[in-house]
């Protein structure tokens, strides 16, 4: 069903005589424009604001509108609309205006027939009336009849009942389709409008994958698509989801990754898989496992944070591989020997299928080399200063020669030990000793480390040669420093008061090897005045003028803690307009008088003063100017007006300017509904007017000379 454009106007301060703002809304190269015109004179505003919001929150801040208009390119994102418009006038009154649009969207399948549908804004029973799609139009609308443009496309629905109701069916909708409908009687003018979605079948799927695989390795594929859907500016379409199937048959799998064992079965199996945002795609091509020709086998070692693949070379060859990293394959590129993967700790498998082909483009060989649990070096962490032992186990201690230890220094392998059969050794130190005297069935290596150092930090193995230790796995020793002393960096320079505040933590690792670091886990802790306030990197807050000397600091930890930051301050706020009052509460204290309290967050740096409004049957008169206290609570009695509680409201000033007023939140009491045809509420009669100036000069007069408070008495008492 289609929804219609709602517009709801609100006012609430404004000139006796003003009526609701012309507003006109119309569809430009997809920016949903929105333009006003005021009943007053020109001369009359002093300034315009805007600001617009939707169900997401706030889209575009108070801004000063400079032409009366607005364009608002995103809005087929939104359900909603919300505008608001303020006019400050010459004679110190305000205007607040508020609209609701509502977005006329309509959803359809390709290949469906689909309904589009609106109310005209205006309606004349003699103006011609055309439907546009996009730059061109599709329909000529009169009293008598509806001609349709293309009527194997469109076709016009009539509504006896209601002239003014616009409707017209798609027919076998499609991509092209898409986009927005608008109808007027000239197509740049045109207020009436409704925008079309279609969704689109996928692309057909594509299977990625190296799909020669051995029986007990495993195979991974990727099912890849796009969608179609239009138009592309469209943000909410669901995201695509994957359905996969084997001989026809779906496989419990989620997601666009397959990955499976390989068995001797699944070599007879055909597998295809599917993609669907709203509507389903086609079936991919089908794709087969084989079994690869492997006489070859991949190495794999551990370097320096990498994982290095090597195999042997076959004559004038051509070489690619095919490298799935984390279950995420790759593609097929051309690669020399040795292939390295960079910071191969990072994934919790590497795969690498090397394929070798002849001069004829003729497959030699296929075959997989691995860099997975079996193959990775053990993890020892320990911190500075202490002892470390390292251990791992071997099949047998050599008969004949020797056991060496080696520690691998930048990608240069160096002896620290060397461990003779009888139990000797050389290259002992205050460093490094060798813990277990070696028997016919020592099996285990045990050395201690002493003393760690970060220089410490590095890859230990071992074995009868240095080649023979670079096919073991090893222990890669890390040790953990202290992160540096935390930085506090700030995104405002000079914050202002209701700005977010955000603070990072900065620290860097000193923990070795370097390689490693990105494996470790920081967390962070936040201070303010000595006391735990928040744990996590950055540190966000409101900024209020009870914030401002506060004392934060912070402390970063990654094995071991950091010592604490530098403490930080805002220290200053940048002067501006006060914060809005909060009203704590409004109560009768007898018959003729209530009594309003209200906190003062933050006086904008400037002495301020109160404006206090009262609405009557039809118009708000100002009767209290309270000047600033140093107490955080205020308080004044006002007279009890028809409305009670609810027809109070109150508005703080400075020298820069005034905060918008602030009542008790109930619409319904606090506004009259404007249907257009009314004078809304208008801030006083003349004398409210007068009254108004009256107290806003009194304000800063009172600020300035410290008067006024006798006059405004007698004010009071006449209106």
């Known amino acids: 069903m289609v929804e219609m454009v709602i517009i709801t106007c609100l006012m609430l301060f404004y000139l006796p005589g003003v009526k609701s703002l012309n507003i006109q809304k119309t569809f430009q190269e997809d920016a949903l424009v929105i333009s006003w015109k005021s009943q007053l004179d020109k001369t009359q505003i002093d300034k315009e604001y805007v600001r617009y919001s939707s169900s997401v929150g706030l889209l575009k801040s108070w801004a000063v509108s400079r032409n009366s208009e607005i364009q608002i390119q995103d809005a087929i994102n939104h359900d909603s609309v919300r505008l608001q418009i303020m006019q400050r006038y010459t004679n110190f009154s305000l205007a607040y205006f508020s609209f609701d649009i509502k977005t006329n969207k309509r959803f359809f399948r390709e290949g469906e027939t689909g309904t589009v549908s609106w109310t005209m804004t205006r309606y004349s029973e003699n103006e011609r009336y055309s439907i546009f799609h996009k730059n061109e139009t599709i329909f000529k609308v009169s009293k008598q009849n509806a001609s349709s443009f293309y009527p194997d496309k469109y076709v016009y629905q009539e509504t006896p009942s209601d002239p003014r109701r616009v409707g017209f069916q798609i027919i076998n909708v499609s991509l092209p389709d898409s986009g927005v409908y608008t109808g007027g009687s000239l197509r740049p003018l045109a207020e009436d409008w409704a925008y079309v979605i279609v969704y689109g079948n996928p692309l057909k799927p594509k299977i990625i994958g190296q799909?020669?695989?051995?029986?007990?390795?495993?195979?991974?594929?990727?099912?890849?698509?796009?969608?179609?859907?239009?138009?592309?500016?469209?943000?909410?379409?669901?995201?695509?989801?994957?359905?996969?199937?084997?001989?026809?048959?779906?496989?419990?799998?989620?997601?666009?990754?397959?990955?499976?064992?390989?068995?001797?079965?699944l070599y007879k199996d055909k597998i295809t898989c599917q993609a669907k945002e709203?509507?389903?795609?086609?079936?991919?091509?089908?794709?087969?496992?084989e079994k690869p020709n492997c006489s070859e086998k991949i190495k794999s070692k551990f370097i320096a944070g990498n994982a290095e693949f090597s195999w042997s070379s076959v004559g004038d060859s051509e070489q690619s591989i095919f490298v799935t990293r984390n279950d995420d394959p790759g593609n097929w590129s051309d690669a020399n020997q040795p292939y390295t993967v960079k910071d191969a700790l990072n994934f919790s498998s590497i795969e690498v299928d090397v394929k070798i082909l002849d001069s004829m483009k003729k497959e030699i060989f296929l075959c997989r080399g691995l860099f997975s649990g079996p193959n990775k070096p053990d993890i020892l962490k320990s911190q500075e200063g202490r002892n470390a032992t390292i251990t791992w186990t071997i099949p047998f201690f050599p008969s004949a020669g020797s056991y060496y230890i080696f520690r691998n220094t930048n990608t240069l392998e160096k002896t620290i030990l060397t461990i003779t059969r009888n139990g000797n050794t050389s290259g002992q130190s205050e460093k490094y000793q060798y813990k277990r005297i070696p028997n016919k069935s020592s099996s285990q290596i045990l050395l201690e480390v002493k003393n760690i150092s970060l220089q410490d930090g590095d890859l230990y193995r071992g074995g009868t040669s240095l080649s023979d230790a670079q096919n073991t796995r090893g222990v890669l020793l890390v040790v953990a420093g202290k992160p540096s002393t935390p930085i506090i960096e700030s995104n405002l320079e000079t914050p202002r008061y209701g700005n977010t505040l955000t603070l990072?933590?900065?620290?860097?690792?000193?923990?070795?090897?370097?390689?490693?670091?990105?494996?470790?886990?920081?967390?962070?802790?936040?201070?303010?005045?000595?006391?735990?306030?928040y744990r996590g990197h950055t540190y966000a807050f409101t900024v209020s003028r009870d914030v401002v000397y506060d004392e934060i600091m912070c402390q970063a930890k990654e094995v071991i803690l950091s010592k604490n930051s530098s403490t930080y301050k805002i220290g200053y706020l940048e002067k501006s307009r006060p914060a809005e009052p909060k009203i704590v509460g409004i109560s009768q204290t007898n018959a003729k008088y209530l009594r309003i309290t209200w906190s003062s967050p933050f006086d904008g740096g400037y002495p301020q003063y109160f404006l206090i409004y009262q609405q009557t049957i039809t118009v708000w008169d100002v009767v209290a100017n309270i000047s600033q206290s140093n107490a955080t609570i205020q308080s004044a009695d006002v007279p009890s007006g028809p409305k009670g509680v609810y027809g109070v409201a109150i508005m703080s000033c400075n020298m820069l300017g005034c905060t918008m007023p602030v009542k008790l939140d109930r619409e319904s009491n606090a506004f009259l509904n404007d249907n257009g045809n009314s004078a809304g509420i208008a801030i006083g009669s003349s004398l409210a007017v007068i009254v108004l100036a009256i107290m806003v000069l009194l304000g800063l007069l009172h600020m300035k000379y410290g008067i006024g408070h006798t006059l405004k008495k007698k004010i009071l008492r006449r209106s």
């Open 211 to 265: 799909t020669k695989v051995d029986v007990g390795n495993y195979v991974t594929l990727k099912c890849l698509s796009v969608s179609t859907s239009l138009p592309n500016n469209y943000k909410r379409y669901p995201s695509i989801t994957y359905k996969w199937f084997k001989n026809g048959n779906f496989i419990i799998r989620s997601g666009n990754i397959l990955r499976l064992k390989v068995e001797e079965e």
């Open 278 to 289: 709203v509507v389903s795609s086609t079936l991919s091509d089908s794709v087969q496992i």
């Open 504 to 533: 990072t933590c900065r620290s860097y690792s000193t923990s070795q090897p370097a390689y490693y670091r990105h494996q470790l886990t920081w967390s962070y802790t936040w201070y303010r005045n000595d006391s735990i306030v």
